[in-house]
């Protein structure tokens, strides 16, 4: 197999290892590693989240909303019955292939798309609303707090309308197993990781989106609330669904995502007008 790297050359990574990273059909053999698009410069930093509405006007949401995210969710209140997702849009998809990079925290993955139509994307369903399946990124540790514990790493699998704004985010977080016998088979698909300090995009990476939903019992139970984005400009109106069970990797797969990611996780949040399984 031949491997061209069009403008980076990372030759550390031996073609072979990706074996998930072949043609696919509408792509041919594009199959390049680049710079992230998906790198921005950020004026944040995680660790001082508490106080991200100083830096900019722009950013006063995430101080004054009343939707914030993440929180801490309490199973003894129980879990929803409500707004349950459908996932069954993703059955059409397979198959994806997008772009796998690491977003300076964590590995992150964005879906293929024609132009700025969302709607081919891989669909998800909650009441009356079809949203679509546009990338996902992880975050170290989890983002989400269930009875005050928090899980090694947290998987934002984001939804957006047919015009590309995100409404939904399916938050899963990851804990490692202690049975010698499970492994994550999402983690499993995945190339080899790319280091947070690596700008590295590779495309045409091919992917499975309902392994993520099928490894937490396909999100049947679940909490769900209104909520926001975890990271400046925090911006409100989002639904949350964070699944019951947690996503189990091996402690291989625990030990690989760990040394990829770097800490992003947002101080918990106030519960004010969250509606939590409302
Ligand atoms: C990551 O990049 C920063 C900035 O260039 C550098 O200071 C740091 O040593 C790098 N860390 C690792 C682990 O490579
Ligand atoms: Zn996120």
């Known amino acids: 197999m031949t491997c061209v790297f ?4 990372v030759s550390v990574h031996a073609c072979d290892i990706h074996k998930n990273y072949l043609s696919h059909p509408h792509l041919g ?3 390049n590693l680049r710079r992230a698009e998906g790198r921005e410069e950020l004026d944040w930093e995680y660790s001082r989240s508490f106080d991200w509405h100083t830096i900019r006007p722009e950013y006063a949401t995430c101080q004054s909303g009343t939707n914030q995210s993440p929180i801490n969710l309490i199973s003894s209140q129980g879990l929803a019955t409500t707004h349950q997702p459908d996932f069954s849009g993703y059955a059409a998809h397979p198959e994806v292939a997008g772009n796998f990079f690491n977003w300076g925290f964590g590995p992150a993955y964005t879906l293929h798309h ?3 139509d969302f709607s081919t994307l891989p669909a998800m369903k909650f009441d009356d609303q079809t949203l679509f399946l546009s990338g996902w990124h992880i975050h170290l540790p989890s983002e989400h707090l269930v009875d005050g514990v928090r899980s090694r790493a947290e ?3 984001v939804h957006v309308d047919a015009a590309g704004e995100a409404k939904s985010v399916v938050g899963i977080r990851i804990d490692p197993s202690q049975d010698p016998n499970v492994k994550s088979a999402f983690m499993d698909s995945l190339p080899e990781l790319i280091h947070f300090n690596d700008t590295a995009e590779m495309e045409g990476v091919m992917t499975y989106p309902m392994a993520q939903i099928e490894e937490v019992s396909s ?3 679940y909490w769900t609330y209104q909520g926001s984005l975890t990271t400046p400009p925090c911006s409100e109106g989002l639904r949350w669904f964070v699944p019951k069970d947690s996503l189990k990797v091996s402690v291989e797969q ?4 760990l040394g990829a990611s770097r800490f992003s996780h947002r101080v918990e949040q106030t519960v004010l ?6």
């Open 29 to 31: 053999r594009r199959q």
């Open 6 to 9: 069009a403008i980076l050359a």
């Open 273 to 278: 007008l969250h509606q939590i399984n409302v």
């Open 155 to 157: 998987l934002h699998m």
């Open 114 to 116: 024609e132009g700025e």
């Open 219 to 221: 999100v049947k139970e």
């Open 254 to 257: 625990m030990v690989k995502l």
